[in-house]
């Protein structure tokens, strides 16, 4: 006969009864009990007057709090150090994104959602490093919030700034930056440096978290440079990126042999007798790519011919390993930090008219129809006939000049074909405004103008497009089995920011078809189309791309959804982008026969060359910034015509239609507060009633413009 065995209800003790209700109310956070419905439902023997009791300690430390009646609920509201011994923990890798008030977000690559850290969590990390982040998984927490637990690496090294003095220690103060540490520096290591001189200081010791001091010493005294020229520098600095080239690699430079050889001649195909031309902006200095054309009674052969960087950049060498740390040139409004040193990137590897380079081509035939028949990769010679400007090709399209007149023509009817398929198949055509500044002698802007793209900018554009696609398709295509390699991505938009996004246009009485992404695309580019006769629509384009997500490059290809190409990758650019040497590489390696490289490697490096591509933008993007605002401190005082790009509870955003700069006008300044709805479309006044909406045209006073931050402020004027 067998014994039934019944669970007799236990009496937990103090510190086991505390636990078991934290842990029951952690994991069901929209749980309401009273404390005779928790000891039903733990199956436990206490009284209901010791589960008051801890209820209520619980209450007083946040972590429970009492509705009705002695019904408690979890806190949501509670802190991170509070709820963390009774949640699960994850730790991510990812970037340091500072706010001013000192807190953080992490973006990883492996979190959906930015990690929160409070800013006594950071850890004395700054902003741009990578960190490893804890992540306390809090039921009811929408929001991931962390602490971090370690820095993994420093963005920044040096901090461009100017130099005080004080009884115990001197200190570099950064200058056009405020998320920058200051830097201590012993007074031995001064050298006498007067106080208020500028200067670099390259961090030797960070302290542990945000209380210990940053120390570090004078790299470089700048005796002679203008605030404009100390704040281009520390924009660079600060986003990372190094503006000297290490002596190994200069030397290393200095050893390579420019001459070309017969034997090398002979293992290329010569094109150096068919008519090449580059076609570039005026102001550039380095070459990556020519055309050539080839023109017969059924068929035309079109060459595009990029600089063979790789026969120069040899793998594991001094020059590789910093063109990898670098993996971008830098473009900021008065200067170019490159990739690779001079007499590469301007001299040997530059595809300068005149002279013979050695290049990576690829050959494209097409019909009279301009179908594509035929296709062909490998290395190359080309002698360039001329170097156009965008401009003077221009010129010869608009049939202002007669020089190459009948192949120049012919090349633009051809791109033209393949822009109008490219669109056919649902490309987006958004267009992101590109400022231009006319500077003086001391890089001061004396006028700012909107690029203009035209048939030649685009032209080009084209061509290139048509290259780096058909090379990625040629790889993906080659075997069977997948031939690792780097591809440019870019995902479909994400579907939340699409929804808010097209509950915004409908506003302005725009529709976006959010149903397929074909639809979207089409949307997008019915958009872009009427964003071109109706100014208060322009303002939508920028809030449309951040709809999407950043292409970036990966081993995994997943197509290019703004081109609608399923495969693309970057093989036009190798001297200023590090991702087109590895595909000069993977590509030459596998033209003869088939190369299979890691993986795993090529992944690890995709991410860190796309984070290096992240941060020369923000480079780019601030040193815009900044020029516009000295721009606009020769206008104070001045009124100017702009349009709304922005409400948030303080003010408005107005960008100026002359020099693109966007500044804050107030509502402090306008003498009366504004409702401002959810949608932030639209600001209404309070008294007046007055209302102010998203791209409205407005005349304002500029007031104030400040370099350190950047920011412009202005006033309404009263039409």
Known sequence: MSKHRFNKRRKLSSSELRGRITK????????????KQLIKKLKINNSKDSVIHIFRVLEKEGILYNIKDDRY???????QTTAAPFAEKHEYTGVVDMTRSGAAYIVSDDSELDIYVPAKMTRGAFHGDTVK???????????PEGRIVEIVKRKTTHVVGIVHQFHRYGSVIPVSNPRLPEVHIKHQDLNGIKEGTYAIAEI?????????????????VLEKASHSDVSMQSILYSNGFEIEFPPEVLQEVETIDGSITEDEIERRRDFRETWTVTIDPASARDFDDAISLVVSEDKIELGVHIA?????????TALDKEALERSTSVYLVDRVVPMLPEKLSNDLCSLNPQVDRLVFSAVFTF????????????????????????????EVIEGNSEEYAEKVTLLNELAHHLRKERFKHGSIAFESEEVYFELDDQARPISVQVKERKDAHMMIEDFMLLANKMVAEYISKKEQLEIPFVYRVHDEPDPDRLADFSLFASELGVQI????????????????????EDERLKMLEPLAIRTMAKAEYSPNNIGHYGLSFDYYTHFTSPIRRYADVLVHRILEWNLSKTTRVKKDDLDTKCKYISGQERKANDAERESVKYKQAEYVLNQIGQVQ??????????????????????????????????????????????????KITMGDSLKVRIVDADLETRLIEMELVDE
């Open 133 to 143: 982040v804890e992540v306390v998984e809090i039921p009811g927490r929408n929001k």
């Open 513 to 532: 078809k959010v149903d397929t992404p074909k639809n979207i695309a089409s949307s997008f580019n019915a958009l872009a189309e009427r964003a071109q």
């Open 308 to 316: 063979d960087v790789t026969h120069y950049v040899r793998e594991k």
């Open 641 to 690: 015509t702009g349009y709304v790009s922005g409400i948030i509870e303080k003010g408005i955003f107005v960008i100026l239609h002359e020099s693109r700069g966007e500044g804050l006008v107030s509502f402090q300044s306008i003498g009366e507060p504004y409702i401002v709805p959810d949608s932030r479309l639209y600001a209404v006044g309070r008294h007046s009633k007055e």
């Open 24 to 35: 029951y109310f952690s994991r069901n956070p929209k749980k309401r009990m009273t404390a």
């Open 367 to 394: 019909d009279k129809k301009f179908k594509l028949k035929d296709k062909w990769f490998g290395k190359g010679i080309i002698h360039s006939d001329r170097r156009f400007t965008y401009e003077e090709a221009q």
């Open 73 to 79: 609920k979890w806190n949501r509201k509670m802190s």
């Open 204 to 220: 030797t010791d960070w302290g542990i978290n945000q209380n210990k001091a940053v120390w570090g010493k004078i790299s470089k």
